[in-house]
Nanobody, 123 residues
């Protein structure tokens, strides 16, 4: 019953911005916490940002705090990740994930994943 689709990735220059979107086909979307993760080859998929169902509570990984902003529109069943001041080390495949309940920061807590969208940042 769950489908997540990421969009908005692309190739940008360092210092540029991108907005990623995650569109969800989920019944009672507001029950779900949604998070963004990213992964590069040979590395662990790592947590970036999460938002609870009511969009009141957010969590950010320290390396993106102040640069990335997560938001959601439950009426549209979408979650966005606004990424500013992008750096080459931000290059990765970005995934959104959803789970019932509260935000978790480890990937194994999520059973619902999108297919990912590539973000490439050149220097």
């Amino acid at each position: 019953q769950v489908q997540l689709v990421e969009s908005g990735g692309g190739l940008v220059q360092a210092g540029d911005s991108l907005r990623l979107s995650c569109t969800a086909s989920i019944d009672r979307f507001s029950r779900y916490a949604v998070a963004w993760f990213r992964q590069v080859p040979g590395r662990e998929r790592s947590f970036l940002a999460g938002i609870n169902g009511g969009a009141v509570t957010t969590k950010y990984e320290e390396s993106v705090k102040g640069r990335f902003t997560i938001s959601r529109d439950n009426a549209k069943t979408t979650v966005n990740l606004e990424m500013n001041s992008l750096k080459p080390e931000d290059t990765a495949v970005y995934y959104c994930a959803a789970k019932v309940g509260v935000v978790a920061v480890t990937s194994d807590r999520y059973d619902n994943w999108g297919q990912g969208t590539q973000v490439s940042v050149s220097s």
